[in-house]
Structure formats: C-alpha cells, structure tokens
C-alpha cells in the first residue's frame, strides 16, 4: 500500500531543508509509507539518500514521544560494516504544497534491494550468494542481540545488494541493511520479528533456485537451509525445542560447516543416513528423506485410526508429539517413494501440504476490506493442493496405471482447465497434467505476488478461485479416472496453528477445509484446541462431531496412563526402529538398555512420596509414564542417559542388563526435568511468568498429593496431578498474581 504519499515530482530540484548544499536531484524509489530520493551536494560531489515520510503515515505516539527521531538513530550504534547509518532526521514543511513530511537521510549506496535484484536475477540466484547474505545478517543480528536492537521490519526491501566496484579483484556481493527502527513509527507497521523476516527472505531466495540444475554440494546446500533453517532454525521460537534458534552465532557457524557436513557425507555416502539413534528429533529435520522417515515412522502410533477415518479432522497435540511424521508418512508421495504404494493397499489418495509457504506467502494476514481481494489466499492454497493432486497421480498412476492414464488424462485434463476457467496454453499439449501443474504454480506466484498490494486501490484484480474449486476438480478426477474410483483425497493439512496461521486467514481458507463431501476429506493438525478458528468468515460456525472430528493426542496419552500397555508398545516400536537403524548399534530394544519395571505404579509412587521417600525412577514403564504425547523429549531424555553412562562405545563394554543402571535414569530423569524448567525463562517475555506458573502448579499438586485423597478410585490413594495443559494464549502483560 502506498498510502498519503506526496507527488513525487515535487521534491525534485527543491534544497533539502536543514542540509546544507543538499538537492534532490533523483528519485530512487517508493515504499508503503516514504519516497526515496538521491540528495546530491555538488560542491563536494557527495550524495546522501533521503527518505521522505508523510507525518500522516506515522503512528500518532511516534510523533507525540518523539520516537520517530530516537528509533532511526539507535543503529548508529552498531559497528558491522553492513550497517547504513542515518546521519540526520529532518523535517520538510511547506504549507503552501501542503507538505508536512519527515526526512531521514542515509548514507547514500549504490546498488538495488535484494527484493529488486531477485526480480532482475530470478535464473541466476545461487547457493553461494544465499549463503553469503545468510553469513552477513546473523554477524549483524549477534550485535543487535548484544545491544538489544531489534530492526522490526527486516524484509528484502530494506536490504541493498550494493554494486561492486571496478577495483574489486574479484568481485563479490556485499549486503547493506537500512531502515533500522522505521517499522516502529509507521502506522500501518506492526512490530515484526527480525528472525521470521529472515527465513521470508531465505524463502524467497530459494524459491528462485533451479534445484535440478545444482551441483551435488549445492543441493546438499539447499536442503539444509530449506530443511533446518527454514523449517526449523529461523522460525522456532522456543530455545528448548531448537538450541539453534535465536542465535545468531551459532546460526553463522551451521552456515560455515555445510561444505565439512558435505564431505563427511560424500565419505560415507555408503552408509546409512542415521548416525546416532538421537538424531532427527522432528520430521522437518528429516527433510525429503523418505527412506530415512520410513524407518523411523510408527505404525503404532497413537490415533492412527481416528486420523484414517472418512471424516474431516482437527489434530491437536503437543509440539513433537509426531503429527508432522504421521501426516507426511500417509501421503501417497512418500509411500511411492519407498515402495509402499501397492494399490491393494491403497484405500485413499493421501495428499501432504505443509503450511510454511502459505505462512511466509501471507504472513499477519488480516481479512481485506475489498472483497474481490478475499479470494486471494484460497487462490494460493487452491493452486497448491491441485498441483500436490496432479504430481501424485502422475507418479502413483504411472507406475501402475500406465495404459489407464495414457488414455484419461487428456480427458480429465480437459475438465480441470473448464473448472479452473483461466485462460489454456494454445499448444498441442495444453490437455496434461504437467501443463496444468506449469499453469497453476504461476497463479501461485500470481496470488502470492498481488497479497502484498491488496491495500493498494490502484491495483487490478482479476478471477480468482473460491472454495468450490478444490472439490470439484477432485470430484471429476474419481469419476473420470478408472482406477481412483471408491478412492477418496485425503489432504493432510499440517502445522495449520495460530499465530503462525493467523485467525483471520484461517476463517478465510476455512470456508475450503472444512466441507463435506464424499471425494475429499481435509486433516488439519495445529498446536492446541485454541489454536484453530472454528469458523468462517461467511459467520458460520463448525461444529465438533458435525463438520469435523477433534483429536487431541495429548488427552489421547493421558487416557490411557492409567493402562500403559498401548502407549508402551508404541514407545518400544519409536526405539527398536531407531537403534535397528544403526547396523551396530550395541542394543536393539528400550528394554536392553534401561530395563523393565513393571511393578512401576503411581499410586504406590505417590503413597512413597507421602511418606517422605525418595522412590528411583527407571525402566520403559517410567518412560512412557512420562510421556504426555511429547516423543521428541522422550528420545532426547534417553539420547541424555546414553551420553551419562559414557556413549556409544561405554555401551559396547557393558555386559549386563540393563545397560543403564537405574541411578543414572533416576537422576537424567530429574535432571532434565531441572534444565527444562531452567530453560523457560529463556522463552521470550513470557519465560519468567511461565516458570512462576510451573513452579504454583508443582506446589499445589505436591500439596494435594501429600493431603489428599482422590475420590474416584478404589482405595482412596494420593491425589495426583501430572500435566499442566494451557487453553488460553499467554500474554506479556499478565501480572504476577
């Protein structure tokens, strides 16, 4: 949006007031709120770059507090070389123009915004200038963490790639960040994460990477920073789930020690991508291994058969719990590519969609006041999950159905373009699925690309798809396609969550993902039950047990504590998969390693600590006692206990079992236990309240335990307490009562 901006031809030729000698002598650019011009001083052939501010495009408190002064000023600061430093804040009025504006004036840099070179380079953005970017704002973003300054509006426009001079031997890329506190004092600019900006502008650089064209380092290159850092690293934002996330310098180092990971790998290309049973606590970490997922998915998984039913589905549970790992291993892309896709066993065309696209496509999304805009978000997802459907039946149908697709998809690719209603290739091939999928991955960036302006009046809008496109192209896929028939869609929608996937957004594409039909069935997994908007913004309201199925794995554990049996299973598959993975690992099940207890009762624990007795915690069953749906602390609790007795090698040499002695469990157990709680008060502004909250919890339940007894249950045993299940989002500003 560019909203209460002055003519720009005004400015030209005119002195800039309060810089001496100073005319603007070119216009660079426009953003939201500013103009951008060149300030040239002739005497001293010295140029400054001049962003001139609307007073009216200024949030009111910037302007009473004087913060529209102070916030620019704080990045002159900072040291780091690509810092561009603002040397003056002016203001320009004059009355009889009715200009009332604020200047900010830079260091002038020759070059173009990153967000401008991608456009100008799209078949020549390389591995190599990524990382180069990469190295250069986490080196910037470890001393604005020292000095806590935070930028608040770090997108790819306010970076310069700075052009390269003619005394550079060999030429390289420098980046230049400007606008340094300028999100702070706009008035249509909420505050924005200075991480989350990055893996935006991460995203968009690897979007235009031509992955089949790369080299093997190169591709080894793009999958870490498509797997770790933008799935993981930049967006998590609690330090107990990713020890990498916020730091800016370990962020640097996983950058310098790609091409050592890519060697070790070449050297040992032969083995087996697991190294230690540890590793890959999460499905984003395993990338597009699908060999690797398959040895470490659970077909015991709590849930499994909720999650397979006929039905449209809200999956909830805590972080880690696995939804990711199941969602992605039902697909039917994954199973064809590890040979899991007999179609004898084949009940449903499972269709995988991870929301991260959508995400950095329409971050902080809010409901447009236009309403041919409000179909611009279902365009995006629409396009998405079509090619996700067409790229599958190629691969699946190709495989078996070879003669059948050979002679319906014309056919069928005849139907979609008169459902789609957008204009068609003229040329011989225009009736495949591959032209369709060419066609829609353009309206994909057509969507993406006019979200940005959706505030703009100027803008031109034309068609976009609505909720019923979806499920009418699926609907004529099975009636035309004779092998899909009494096969339904499944679309695992995965990590569908406020805030990541904004309320507002939600309600929009919601309109989509939750109706019923026969053809198609839509599983959503997001963090909690108040994480997602039962809802649309047409005013109706989804009903549980109607319109969609809850699932809440974390209840799911819970129930079925009191009998372990189910969740133990599950538990002892997570690990025999894991340790069996590793050709020489020195155990090949949980029970050889750390025991079985299978006297371990709550209800005995509870009459022990009672009585002031310190009972030892060790063996499977502790294990899956502890376990509330969170399997990533599980592995990692145990990977600690491995490392405590001595590693991988310590185990070889001990004989007996379990190799794990019960000592060490007990205190990994309540070690760990310690660390976490210590972590949380590194977990943004809510840390220090959510320890204070943990800490109450523990000693109410302590109290009831040691003073209660509960009703429900025969013999009157302590009343326990073991899960603290949040419903409602914390806020910043909670008092500490």
Not at 480 to 485: A, H
């Amino acid at each position: 949006m560019r909203q209460n901006l002055p003519r720009k031809e005004y400015f030209i030729g005119q002195k800039v007031p309060g810089l001496q000698g100073y005319v603007i002598s070119a216009f660079v650019d426009s953003g939201c709120n500013a103009h951008v011009f060149r300030a040239h001083n002739e005497s001293i052939n010295s140029n400054y770059a001049c962003k001139i501010i609307p007073k009216s495009n200024l949030k009111q408190s910037a302007l009473d507090s004087r913060a529209w002064i102070e916030e620019p000023l704080k990045a002159n600061s900072l040291t780091h070389p690509s810092v561009v430093k603002c040397s003056n804040v002016l203001e320009w009025i004059d009355t009889d123009s009715g200009i009332d504006c604020v200047v900010l004036c830079y260091d002038f840099i020759r070059g173009v915004s990153l967000r401008d070179y991608v456009k100008n380079h799209k078949n020549n953005i390389t591995i190599s200038f990524i990382e180069s970017y990469l190295k250069t704002i986490f080196e910037l973003m470890l001393e604005m963490q020292l000095k806590l300054i935070e930028h608040g509006d770090l997108h790819s426009g306010n970076v310069i790639v700075e052009d390269p001079t003619e005394y550079q031997i060999r030429p390289h890329h420098k980046f230049r960040v400007t606008d340094f506190g300028v999100g702070f004092t706009t008035s249509d600019q909420n505050f924005k994460d200075d991480f989350e900006q990055v893996a935006a502008t991460l995203r968009e650089l690897i979007s235009n990477v031509k992955y089949q064209a790369l080299g093997a380092r190169d591709r080894f290159a793009f999958n870490v920073l498509n797997d770790h850092f933008l799935a993981r690293h930049l967006v998590e934002n609690d330090t107990t789930r990713d020890i990498n996330a916020r730091n800016p310098r370990r962020l640097y180092e996983l950058i310098e020690d790609i091409n050592l990971q890519f060697d070790n790998v070449e050297a040992d290309s032969h083995k087996f991508e697991l190294t230690s049973p540890f590793d890959y606590l999460s499905c984003e970490q395993l990338g597009e291994s699908h060999s690797l997922l398959k040895a470490l998915y659970s077909n015991l998984f709590l849930g499994i058969r909720d999650i397979e039913a006929k039905s449209n589905l809200v999956l909830t549970g805590p972080r880690g719990c696995g939804k990711s790992t199941v969602f992605k291993s039902l697909s039917l892309k994954h199973r064809h590519y590890v040979n899991d896709d007999d179609p004898t066993n084949i009940s449903y065309i499972g269709i995988y969609y991870r929301c991260d696209d959508l995400y950095f496509s329409f971050p902080r999304y809010v409901l447009p006041e236009q309403d041919y805009a409000i179909d611009v978000p279902m365009h995006y997802l629409t396009s998405s999950l079509i090619v996700e459907v067409l790229e599958t039946l190629q691969l699946w149908g190709g495989k078996y159905f070879k003669s059948e697709l050979d002679t319906e998809e014309s056919r069928i690719s005849f139907e979609i373009w008169k459902i789609l209603d957008i204009e068609k290739p003229k040329v011989p091939a225009a009736d495949t699925f591959s032209a369709i999928i060419e066609r829609l991955q353009k309206e994909r960036d057509r969507a993406a690309t006019k979200q940005r302006f959706v505030k703009d009046p100027k803008q031109k809008y034309g068609k976009y798809f609505g909720p019923d496109i979806l499920v009418k192209v699926c609907e004529t896929i099975s009636e035309k396609s004779s092998y899909l028939r009494g096969r339904p869609f499944f679309f695992f929608i995965d990590d569908y969550s406020y805030p990541k996937i904004r309320m507002d957004l939600q309600k929009n594409l919601n309109r989509l993902l939750m109706q019923r039909t026969s053809a198609a069935f839509f599983k959503l997994s997001t963090e909690s039950p108040v994480s997602y908007a039962r809802g649309d913004i047409d005013s109706k309201i989804y009903v549980e047990g109607r319109e969609f199925s809850l699932l809440n794995l974390g209840l799911v554990y819970l129930s079925t504590d009191s009998n372990t049996n189910i969740k133990l299973d599950f538990i002892n598959d997570v690990f025999s998969r894991r340790f069996n993975a590793i050709s020489d690992y020195p155990v090949n099940n949980l029970e050889e390693l750390i025991g079985s207890n299978p006297n371990e009762n709550h209800n005995e624990v509870a009459r022990a600590i009672r009585s002031n007795q310190k009972p030892e915690l060790w063996g499977k069953e502790v294990l899956a006692n502890l376990c509330s749906g969170d399997i990533h602390y599980i592995i990692s609790l145990v990977g600690k206990m491995v490392t405590a007795v001595g590693g991988k090698d310590s185990l070889e040499s001990i004989t007996v079992i379990p190799k794990i002695g019960s000592k060490i469990q007990n205190k990994s157990i309540k070690d760990e236990a310690g660390n976490f709680l210590k972590s949380l008060r590194g977990i943004g502004p809510n840390g220090e309240q959510l320890v204070k909250i943990v800490n109450a919890f523990g000693s109410v339940a302590n109290s009831y335990l040691k003073y209660r007894n509960s009703k429900n249950e025969d013999g009157s045993p302590p009343w326990q307490a073991s899960r603290i299940e949040p419903y409602e989002e914390l806020v910043s500003n909670c008092n500490n009562s």
